[in-house]
């Protein structure tokens, strides 16, 4: 079974850059045709997808958010990574990663989630 989990900071500064890291087992992240993604909940809010990384290594990104997020990956280490830039208060949320059929937006193309992880911009 596909298991994922998210590791990294729980509070971060503001105007700082956040690294969170997804860590795959059951399925490498190089398989043909999977994508991997980025998705957050902020509090009150809905899901908002960040961005994925495909199995060749291309990423993929909402367009909202990238001019501050960068998405790489660790193979020898079945894991991927996000970056985000310039933190504000509004970036506090639920950070979550999942497997990914297309890589994109499509809420029913996430088939295996992270617990997620809460992530609090704050001084």
């Known amino acids: 079974q596909v298991q994922l989990q998210e590791s990294g900071p729980g509070l971060v500064k503001p105007s700082q850059t956040l690294s969170l890291t997804c860590t795959v087992s059951?399925?490498?992240?190089?398989?043909?045709?999977?994508?991997w993604s980025w998705i957050r909940q902020p509090p009150g809010k809905g899901l908002e997808w960040m961005g994925a990384?495909?199995?060749?290594?291309?990423?993929y990104y909402s367009p909202s958010l990238k001019s501050r997020t960068s998405i790489s990956r660790d193979t020898s280490k079945n894991q991927f990574v996000l970056q985000l830039s310039s933190l504000t208060a509004e970036d506090t949320a639920v950070y979550y990663c999942?497997?990914?059929?297309?890589?994109?937006?499509?809420?029913?193309?996430?088939?295996?989630w992270g617990q997620g992880i809460q992530v609090t911009v704050s001084s």
């Open positions: 999942a497997r990914d059929l297309h890589g994109g937006p499509f809420t029913y193309s996430w088939d295996y």
């Open positions: 990384i495909a199995y060749s290594g291309s990423a």
């Open positions: 059951g399925e490498s992240i190089t398989a043909n045709l999977y994508y």
